[in-house]
């Protein structure tokens, strides 16, 4: 099968365009999944220091890290393979650090 320029450059940019697009879905997803059971510990003690802020930060990159790997066919590291902490879902340092995280592997 004979393919011209024009059809060969247009099927790349396809090909382009659904790769970044399943690279959105996948964040948005790893996000949803942060923000999954944040409501149920809106009620606790918030102890939270600067300490606690840069956890969630760490394990939201290794989440994310991990994940992303996982997804491209990958291993992560098996430390980096957590289940994300009740008192860090849906707090802005774990979003940013799933982000990140996702980042690293790109």
């Given at each position: ?81 957590i289940v ?23």
């Open positions: 099968m004979v393919f011209s320029t024009k059809k060969v450059m247009a099927m790349k940019k396809f090909e382009i365009a659904i790769k970044h697009a399943l690279s959105l879905l996948f964040i948005m997803f790893l996000l949803f999944l942060a923000l999954g059971s944040s409501d149920s510990g809106s009620s606790s003690s918030s102890s939270s220091d600067s300490s606690s802020s840069s956890d969630c930060y760490e394990l939201g990159v290794k989440y994310g890290r991990c994940a992303t790997l996982s997804m491209k066919g990958g291993q992560c590291d098996p430390s980096d393979d994300m902490p009740q008192r860090c879902r849906g707090k802005d340092e774990t979003l940013r650090g799933i982000k990140d995280g996702t980042a690293s592997v790109y």
